[in-house]
């Protein structure tokens, strides 16, 4: 199977270390080494290594590159200072969801601008379909898909900044969150930001990809424990992180959502602006929602959700969370059930299982 996959620069350590390897976006990735609940419990109480190297890493060069950019994404770049990061949306002229990405505002040594975007694996050709005609009218700004010569390592987890001075000659708990900057890393070239997608604190480091198997030994004999895909998506689900696939999708605006906060549309443009204007004040629409059940059964993408007996919308996302020791879920109702507090039911396999609206996130890190 792996044959015929992509595989990161760290695949050869997957393996040899007991990886179960799975197909995942077109890649052949980790999904768990020892348990998903072992590697879930190690990010919330230590600390834990994920290869995210599958996830797109697209550079934007020039002058005109952030003028660029603030007319593709919901959220406002050009006013970005160097070492910010943005969590931002890309949209359609319908207002739908392209992707969900993570713009890094970085200055070289020549206190030159230059950009990052991090989009989701499943998406990275789509994006870079879109993005390659809008090149031609984007005025002095050159683009590189660098996905394939990088590596992208996320070390999550209360001891992560700690155990970074395996790698790291400078303190990271200096950062402020959702900043990054440029740094030797184990002496390798590369980019640390204090982000993840864990709901813990850590870092993600951009390197060359011929860096990341160092990188990555000695993080791992520092103590952090690696962890495949199958626990990064408990933990963004306690977090409430939205997964593109799932909560996000071209048919959902990132309004109902619940992204408004990624959406800035006063003194602007950019693609899908005057749909999502519109779409904002439609409430026939479906919401994002965070649901608790009592019960021992976890509900499951596509399970109906119901008002007593009349559905009402359908699970997106859906676990027994390791840490709530709880079933846990997401999903889209109508408007009027959104209420946190409001009672509802999920048709497990054709049984109703008490379920009420909670606030999200389910889990805050202390």
Known sequence: MTATLAQTPLHEWHTAHGGRMVDFAGWSMPVQYSSIVAEHQATRTAATLFDVSHMGRLRFDGPDAAKFLDGLLTRRIDNSKPGQIRYSLITNDAGGILDDVLVYHMQDAGRESYYWMVVNASNREKIVRWLTPRLADGGDVEFADLTEITAMIALQGPKAMAMAGAVLDWDPTGLKYYTGRESEVALHEGLVSRTGYTGEDGLELILPGAAAADVWGRLHESGATAAGLGCRDTLRLEAAMPLYGHELSEEINPIQAGLKFAVNTNDRDFIGRDAIKRLSADASLPVRIGLELDSKR???????????????????????????????????????????????????????????????PFYRRP
């Open 298 to 360: 976890a509900p499951r993408e596509g399970y109906p959700i119901l008002a007593g007996d009349r559905p009402t919308g359908k699970i997106t996302s859906g676990t027994h969370s390791p840490t709530l020791g709880r079933p846990i879920a997401m999903g889209y109702v109508a408007s009027e059930h959104a209420t946190v507090g409001t009672e509802l039911n999920v048709d497990i396999r054709g049984r109703c299982e008490a379920a009420r609206v909670v606030k999200m």
